[in-house]
């Protein structure tokens, strides 16, 4: 049986595993962290179960399909809910609307924003989603390894048919005029931490699937997909070590023959790297080529208050945005090195369905707004900025309907900056989501999934090809074994 180690036990590695288990493979999954997840990860507090960073689900049947593919019922490892309103989204002119998946509510809502605005949404959701599945077929979906992939002619058609090089916002703009519903979808296009004023349209796809496949809750959390995912690792008989750091991915002419971690030396002639691409280039393979990468366009990260709360409020949904004033400005100020002085925010509530998440709290609730990684800023993380930019938030906060108080509901309160990416998860330069998805650093443009020089060393994560995302990345697993089985 042919063996495999995997380097990190994130959404990537874990997948992979699977993936590779169901094909006969010897696989052994080494972490450095004492829990599964890298970045999908939790925190306890008082009983209560904080998702750590990843809270909106989309296309579930990709979550899915893993369990199919392996002969098992995913029903027997997690639930799955659906949520309708997909988001409330409240403005700072105390304005807010609730934007649904059923058609028929989506349609009527858009009627009562704007007579007529709804033939438009579904112009932009009619040519979002046909961008959806171009690039899945054209682009997502394959290995990207050879320069021959992308120079088919109809691969070239299909690219330029997707409107690639106007950016998000004005494509946006050219079909919806209506300021509420236009911010409402630019701040879904950022989700994988590229600026919507700048960088290509292709990204309006996220809120056409998440209208079109609609948003989904996994009860307990989204954590316990993970739990899920390592039960089945479990079963298919791979090996999880945590607590195991990889210092150095062992290469011998060409071609790689283990690792060497703080617990001792592992062999093996296949080795999937799910640690963060440039962080593994330069500090685990220790090739030249870091440099070039360290030139590239890095995502934004993000700044994460965790909160528990002694009161259920019932103005929220699970997924809520907050636009402020001074959007543009605000959104932009992450890609410019500064802290937005009017922070628009994203609010998870589970609790808002979830009565078993909450723990002692009377419910718990995840702010999250875009911050500047670590590459791009001078900013300093200690106590002080972090009280001050908390305070800012705060303010912004009680703009929101039910949430005037909110200060004095807080009993539990902690953070997650830029720094705790960096130091905790080996994200290069703290990002959120790894290298831009900028076009020329994306599809044959992004880090290869097979090393173009080392034998039997792939890589899977944010940073790869496909790209990052929860369920890009599973898929993307899917292409890493087909290729490893090809040899
Ligand atoms: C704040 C935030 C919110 C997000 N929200 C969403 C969302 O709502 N929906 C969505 O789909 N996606 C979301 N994402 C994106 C998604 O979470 C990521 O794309 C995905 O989790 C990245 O997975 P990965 O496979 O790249 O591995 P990572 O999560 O980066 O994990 C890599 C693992 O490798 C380990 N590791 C690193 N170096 C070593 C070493 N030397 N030895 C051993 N182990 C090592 C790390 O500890 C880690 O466990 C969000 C991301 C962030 C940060």
């Known amino acids: 049986m042919k063996k495999v180690l995997v380097v990190g036990a994130g959404i990537g590695g874990l997948c992979t595993a699977i993936r590779l288990l169901n094909k006969g493979y010897d696989v052994t999954i080494l972490e450095k962290e004492n829990r599964v997840g890298g970045k999908v990860n939790i925190k306890i507090k008082n009983g209560a179960r904080f998702d750590l960073t990843a809270s909106v689900l989309m296309t579930p049947k990709i979550y899915t399909d893993i369990f199919s593919e392996v002969g098992k ?176 991915i062992v290469i011998n002419k060409g071609k790689v023959i283990g690792v060497r971690t703080n617990r001792g030396n592992y062999k093996s002639d296949i080795i999937v790297c799910n640690a963060d691409y440039p962080y593994a280039i330069k500090n685990l393979i220790r090739n030249k080529d870091y440099k070039e990468i360290e030139k590239q366009d890095y995502s934004c990260s993000v700044f994460i208050m965790y909160l528990g709360l002694n009161k259920k409020y019932k103005d929220l949904q699970v997924h809520n945005i907050y636009i402020n004033k001074n959007f543009k400005k605000s959104i932009q100020d992450a890609f410019k090195g500064k802290l937005p002085k009017y922070p628009s925010l994203y609010l998870y509530y589970p609790s808002k369905i979830d009565e078993t998440i909450s723990g002692k709290f009377a419910s718990i609730l995840n702010v999250m707004v875009r911050v500047p990684n670590l590459k791009d800023s001078n900013i300093i993380w200690n106590k002080d900025t972090v009280q001050k930019f908390r305070n800012r938030i705060i303010k912004e906060l009680k703009n929101i309907d039910g949430l005037e108080n909110i200060e004095n509901d807080i009993l539990y309160e902690s953070y997650l900056t830029p720094i705790h990416l960096k130091h905790k998860f080996y994200a290069h330069n703290g990002t959120a989501f790894g290298l831009s998805h900028k076009l020329n650093q994306t599809a044959y443009f992004r880090p290869h999934i097979k090393d173009d020089n080392i034998k039997g060393l792939y890589y899977i994560g944010s940073s790869t090809h496909p790209g990052n995302g929860v369920s890009v990345i599973i898929d993307g697993s899917k292409i890493i074994a087909d290729e490893i089985c090809k040899g």
């Open 73 to 248: 019922d995913y029903r027997d490892y997690f639930e799955m809910i659906k949520i309708d309103p997909i988001y409330k989204v409240n403005y700072y002119d105390k304005n807010s609307y609730k934007y649904y998946s059923e058609l028929g509510k989506m349609v009527e809502e858009l009627e009562n924003l704007e007579e007529g605005l709804s033939i438009h949404y579904l112009e932009f959701l009619y040519k979002s989603f046909e961008k959806y599945l171009n690039s899945k077929k054209y682009f997502l979906d394959k290995p990207m390894i050879n320069k021959e992939e992308i120079l088919k002619l109809k691969t070239i058609t299909k690219f330029l048919e997707s409107n690639p090089f106007i950016t998000t916002s004005d494509y946006l703009k050219s079909i919806i005029k209506n300021q509420y519903l236009l911010n409402y979808l630019i701040f879904q296009s950022m989700y994988i931490g590229v600026n919507p004023y700048k960088n290509s349209s292709l990204y309006t796809l996220i809120p056409a699937i998440s209208h079109i496949y609609g948003l989904w809750y996994i009860k307990g959390g989204f954590y316990n997909y993970i739990e899920a995912l390592k039960k089945l690792i479990l079963e298919l008989g791979g090996k999880i070590y945590v607590n195991t750091e990889v210092e150095k």
